[in-house]
């Protein structure tokens, strides 16, 4: 009976250790090696970007442990755009934003709308990040679009809204 209870008081505490601590810790190494490699993906490494490919579905794996980190969902977003899945892509922003309304967030999904072909939607998006941040308006490569923005955020909040 006491080898029981303790194998039970053993198990209940070692999960939750696993679970609070260690997958966590794992998560934050793998991020780190996944940003290293979107870096040089983005410089057109082909080894990093076939470590990416290679490792999607471990990203995803491990975004299920901490759905709210912001740099592991931005990775992995990244990661799908630049192999060109753009509805996973936009998947991955759309699930993180329950989690963290990061600007640079709206901002990125708004660059894969944009890039599919989703004028609308990129305008909308673009708009809710330049309302969070006005500097990002100056990214807004599409003139069309960063002139409706610069029109909506100056008839919602006047003048002085972009600087």
Not at 36 to 45: I, S, V, W, Y
Not at 74 to 102: K, M, P, S
Not at 108 to 125: F, S, V
Request: hydrophobic share 45%; proline share 3%.
């Amino acid at each position: 009976m006491r080898k029981t209870a303790a194998a039970i008081v053993l198990v209940l505490t070692i999960v939750p250790l696993y679970f609070a601590c260690w997958v966590p810790w794992q998560c934050g190494i793998f991020a780190k090696e996944l940003e290293r490699a979107l870096e040089a993906a983005l410089k057109k490494n082909s080894r990093a970007q076939a470590f990416l490919v290679d490792n999607v579905s471990r990203t995803e794996a491990f975004r299920k442990h901490v759905p709210g980190d912001a740099s592991m969902n931005i990775a992995l977003a990244t990661t799908y755009n630049l192999i060109g899945q753009f509805d996973e892509a936009i998947r991955v922003y759309d699930e993180a934003l329950h989690y963290d309304r990061r600007p640079e967030m709206y901002f990125n999904k708004a660059g894969i709308r944009l890039r599919i072909g989703d004028r609308e939607g990129a305008h909308e998006d673009f708009l809710t990040a330049v309302s969070f941040n006005p500097d990002l308006v100056n990214r807004i490569r599409d003139t069309a679009i960063r002139t409706r923005v610069l029109s909506e955020l100056t008839r919602r909040y006047g003048e002085h809204a972009i600087k």
